[in-house]
């Protein structure tokens, strides 16, 4: 899989549908990728729930894995 068949914020899958999109349903509900602070916060959820962490452990986590994305990388808040 390519990396424009990947979300460029959270990294899922793109559905064929969407190939030409840079971001999934999930980070750009309305075609507009959501804020930083929203996908942090709702990427960080998804993990406690999915993962069973504590939240800190799942920040840190959701950290590390937003600092590989190309939406992301540059962010100040990961810096």
Do not use: K
Not at 26 to 43: I, K, T, Y
Not at 51 to 67: C, F, I, K, W, Y
């Amino acid at each position: 899989m390519t990396t424009n068949e990947r979300c460029e914020s959270c990294g899922m899958p793109l559905a064929e549908r969407h190939t030409a999109a840079r971001y999934c349903e999930h980070c750009a509900p309305n075609g507009v990728l959501q804020s930083f602070e929203e996908r942090f916060e709702r990427m960080t959820q998804w993990m406690i729930r999915s993962e069973g962490l504590d939240r800190d452990t799942a920040a840190a986590r959701t950290r590390d894995h937003m600092r590989t994305m190309p939406a992301w990388r540059d962010h100040p808040a990961l810096g």
